[in-house]
């Protein structure tokens, strides 16, 4: 199982610089049948950041396609398991949203697939960047 990232998606969407390699990781995972999840939080911080940016449209086609892709899941934390993650917070030194991220990996036993630099030296799981995948 892999967790998807917040910035992998809006690597694509927002046509970055590595647009490119976040796309075909994303195809590969969807080609391969590779189980796949998103935080809810990070679907929400998706929708705010397109919509911020005034790309409606693109967002439902977004939404549209996730909705299908039998193999991508959404992960919705409870107000329990955010407690946990306050609590993960503080021996990560993480950021809220990251620890989301982190937390959500370790309960599911998944590669977190990221950009982010904030996990380059987590060591609690395994990290993977989008071109190791391809």
């Known amino acids: 199982m892999i967790l998807i990232d917040t910035n992998i998606f809006l690597e694509y969407l927002l046509a970055q610089e590595k647009a490119e390699e976040c ?15 998103i935080s809810s939080f990070s679907l929400h911080s998706i929708e705010v950041i397109m919509l911020r940016s005034g790309l409606s449209n693109k967002l439902r086609e977004f939404l549209g396609v996730i909705s299908e892709i039998q193999y991508i899941k959404v992960y919705n934390t409870t107000p329990e398991e955010d407690i946990e993650i306050l609590d993960l917070m503080k021996d990560s030194r993480l950021d809220f949203d990251d620890t989301i991220q982190l937390y959500i990996a370790k309960k599911l036993n998944a590669l977190l697939l990221t950009l982010d630099r904030h996990f380059d030296n987590i060591t609690e799981v395994k990290v993977i960047k989008p071109w190791e995948i391809v």
């Open 23 to 37: 796309f075909k990781a994303i195809e590969t995972i969807i080609d391969t049948d590779i189980d796949a999840v």
